[in-house]
């Protein structure tokens, strides 16, 4: 199986947070993607890549990334078990 080919499929697990089982046909079977992310982490692989991206890092654009999460509208105001009122 191409490295590519799952490192893609490696990536796109990571950052949708869904199960390793989810992962899409194209990127290859689920299980290759799974062994070897653990094959690559158990050899270091990943903190040699952050290293050498940290390195190449000039600090001329910088990025935020956010999630939200609505909550349910009887959840939004809910009680809260405080000691102290809040003014």
Do not use: E
């Amino acid at each position: 199986m191409d490295d590519r080919r799952v490192l893609n499929g490696i990536f796109w697990r990571l950052r949708t947070g869904a199960p390793w089982a989810d992962i899409p046909a194209r990127y290859g079977p689920h299980t290759t993607c799974v062994n070897r992310f653990n094959r690559w982490r158990k050899a270091g692989v990943w903190d040699r890549i952050l290293s050498a991206v940290s390195k190449a890092y000039d600090g001329d654009i910088q990025m935020i990334d956010s999630s939200s999460i609505r909550v349910h509208q009887h959840a939004a105001n809910g009680q809260k078990n405080r000691r102290d009122p809040v003014a």
